[in-house]
């Protein structure tokens, strides 16, 4: 599972706690440091369960420290354009009226634009793995162009204005823009924690200040849960695009030996693993 191509990186299948769905309602913070998005909860004497999106855990109730609600990035209400009914008595002859013929401007981040090939651009430049980048993203904004956090981040890759005035982005509405930017800086953050990729998205998400102060990922549960977020949705894809690779090997030949010959037949080669990393 790479994710920086020329640099080997490997993230492996984290706890179960950081098996987290997209967006709860409601965020477990545990003891060990992890939170866990989720739906709902059922206490059943000392055990908790967790409902998450794609199922649910028993957490042992003195495990979960608290219950917070879970910060979700606002989308602002789009501009509905408002057209004037015709009068009654229109003619073809009579012109419509002055507000409606003038041109209105249009801003170049509401045209249409394919997301999927501006990270495989802004990627291949920076040398990550596009599936990483889509990750982050997901976790980030979940895709929206126009999204703005409460803390005032902004775009696909919620770039704060500070960060995206840094990296010379105008309008981090601009997806090919935005995309560019957050990709630049995370390989900048890969590049300064020596392809660290939990130190490197801790730093995106809290700032490479607090990895500095605590040596790691921050104790603050909304990055914990964000690192495991990330984690987790790419080493799905990963899991899934081996599993693909293995249904599309093909079948082995079915041509019998020649009887003068003596074959053994070989013992199927298991998948390597690669070793779980777990967070700092």
Known sequence: MLMRL???IGIAVILLAAQLSAYGAEVAVLRNGFSIHIERKETLGKVTRLYTGSGFMDVPTEEIMSYEPEEVPVTPPQPVAQSSPAPAQATPM???PAALTTPVAKSTSSAPVDIDQVVREASFR???DPDFVNSVIKAESNFKTRAVSKKGAQGLMQLMP???SK????D???AK???EAGTAHLSSLLDQYHNDPIKALAAYNAGAHRVEQ???VPPYHETQAYVAKIVHDFNTKKRAQMKAAATAKPAPSQTKAPATATTKKKKPQQASVTKPVNPA
Do not use: E, I, R, W
């Open 6 to 8: 020329p640099k080997l």
């Open 172 to 174: 981090p509405f601009d």
């Open 94 to 96: 009579q012109s419509a």
């Open 167 to 170: 990296l010379g982005v105008t």
């Open 177 to 179: 823009a935005n995309v």
């Open 162 to 164: 500070a960060t995206a």
């Open 214 to 216: 605590y040596h790691g």
């Open 126 to 128: 920076h040398q990550l």
